[in-house]
């Protein structure tokens, strides 16, 4: 039950990041405050790239959730073999990896502006936006990398039997 947890949450959190993409692309406009300055304005003035960009990752990141659930089913199948899922598996587990290491680098620089150890990064404006930046995007992203993390490890070692090593004597 716990796998499917692990995958079925990984799943919602890049369906409900790819939503905000979408709703920015669409004109949304809740939300803004919470951005960089430098991307609020762009998206505000219905820059042609910027808007393009949106429609680009929303489609990645609702690929991103459509690949690990399809991965999670195809899992069950039987004929598919044990070294295709370790590098399906593996490849999730490096993108968890990046995920939340991005997480971890917005998080942090967030909270050194807050906390006046640093000057907010170009394009920042004045930095009222890091405390958003410290408390939300970081954990955010920090969040999505642990759940593909886990997913990734889980399409590594779901469905092994233990029972093999034991019978070729590798235990």
Not at 72 to 78: C, D
Not at 91 to 105: E, F, N, S
Not at 115 to 139: I, N, R, T
């Amino acid at each position: 039950m716990v796998r499917w947890s692990i995958t079925t949450a990984a799943a919602l959190w890049a369906l409900l990041f790819a939503g905000g993409s979408f709703y920015t692309a669409l004109g949304g406009e809740a939300g803004g405050k919470m951005i960089a300055p430098d991307l609020a304005n762009r998206v505000l003035a219905d820059d042609p790239a910027m808007i393009r960009l949106l429609w680009i990752t929303g489609g990645l990141k609702t690929a991103l959730a459509i690949a690990l659930i399809v991965a999670v089913r195809l899992k069950n199948r039987s004929g598919t073999s044990v070294r295709f899922w370790g590098i399906s598996g593996r490849l999730m587990q490096l993108l968890g990896v990046g995920i939340g290491g991005w997480g971890v680098a917005e998080g942090t620089v967030g909270l050194l502006v807050v906390v006046d150890a640093m000057a907010p990064p170009e394009g920042w404006g004045d930095g009222s936006v890091a405390k958003f930046y410290a408390a939300v995007w970081g954990p955010y992203w920090l969040l999505g990398g642990i759940l593909y993390f886990l997913a990734g490890r889980l399409l590594c070692t779901h469905g092994r039997t233990p029972d093999l090593s034991v019978a070729e004597g590798k235990l």
